[in-house]
């Protein structure tokens, strides 16, 4: 299947985007991408340590880092040396996608009762252009699927659903009033008007996966958010840009992941535990509901507190 667009860009040449250095003034950029995935008519960024493996390894010929960064990149990359990281990227995506840095209304909708024969539709359903949907699936009244979301077979879509921006696998069933697909929480502070942060990833939800009622999934800045097979999310969880969320997981009421953060396989978190920004939390990990994890968590762990510490931690000193 060819891959949705949901957001058009432009290419653009290195020297339009950078006039004041000296570059490959001619060379042709086509697209914006993290270290792993750039290839080599990509810009890529890097703007921190913890992504020093992916710098080492990527493809891409230009990247946006920073005087303490750019020797952890190959010689090959030719280095766009800034003060702010973040910023620059945050122009530059937005001279590429125009229009993603806040969430228009999708004025395509319509009812689809004549275009889609194997499904079933609740009242009000609303869907854009070039979505597609697979056979016996059903959804639910007042819900809205925007242009180009792809939906399998055999999913249950709830009521006061938005979709948008989302790739959604088979078997799938999302409750009612969940939000996903939208815009994250994404902007440069400035002393006068904060710049908003463009975001042109997707939600990519695999086969198997539950999403209960009220949760709200962000699609992803620059990569995608993901949730793997089999993964169950109970009532009023939020997923947060370019989080990856392994399969088999089990997570409870009102957790909160922050952005870009990658979650093992396997891993059970309770009720109102908060993961941190650019965390790594290994297969096999459990975590104690009302917990705070603000670091990297290994293989097989059982975490509790805050901050979350190895549970016989956490009952020694609860003792105390």
Do not use: W
Request: some cysteine; overall charge positive; charged content about 25%.
């Amino acid at each position: 299947m060819k891959k949705p667009i949901f957001f058009k860009k432009k290419s653009h040449l290195i020297g339009d985007l950078f006039p004041n250095l000296k570059l490959k003034k001619d060379f042709k950029i086509n697209d914006i991408k993290i270290l792993k995935k750039a290839q080599k008519n990509d810009l890529t960024f890097f703007d921190s340590i913890k992504y020093k493996s992916s710098a080492t390894q990527t493809s891409a010929s230009f990247c946006i880092t920073n005087d303490k960064l750019k020797k952890f990149l190959p010689k090959k990359v030719e280095k766009i040396i800034v003060n702010n990281v973040l910023y620059e990227l945050a122009i530059v995506l937005n001279k590429f996608y125009k229009n993603a840095d806040i969430d228009y209304p999708d004025l395509t909708l319509k009812s689809p009762l004549k275009t889609f024969k194997s499904v079933k539709f609740g009242n009000n359903v609303l869907v854009g252009k070039n979505v597609k949907i697979g056979k016996n699936s059903i959804i639910g009244a007042n819900t809205i699927v925007e242009h180009d979301v792809v939906i399998g077979n055999n999913c249950v879509i709830g009521s006061h659903v938005i979709l948008k921006n989302s790739i959604i696998g088979n078997n799938v069933v999302i409750q009612d009033d969940c939000k996903i697909g939208l815009k994250g929480f994404g902007f440069i502070p400035l002393k006068d008007k904060n710049l908003k942060f463009p975001h042109i990833g997707r939600v990519v939800i695999d086969d198997n996966v539950e999403i209960a009622s009220g949760c709200t999934i962000d699609r992803g800045s620059v990569d995608d958010t993901e949730i793997g097979k089999n993964t169950y999310l109970d009532n009023q969880v939020h997923m947060a840009h370019n989080v990856k969320l392994g399969s088999n997981c089990m997570i409870a009421g009102q957790v909160g992941f922050a952005g870009s953060s990658t979650i093992g396989n396997n891993v059970s978190i309770g009720g109102q535990a908060g993961i941190s920004g650019h965390l790594t939390i290994g297969n096999n990990v459990k975590i104690g509901g009302g917990s705070g994890v603000v670091k990297d968590v290994g293989d097989n762990q059982v975490v509790m507190g805050y901050p979350a510490v190895p549970l016989k931690d956490f009952i020694r000193n609860s003792k105390k």
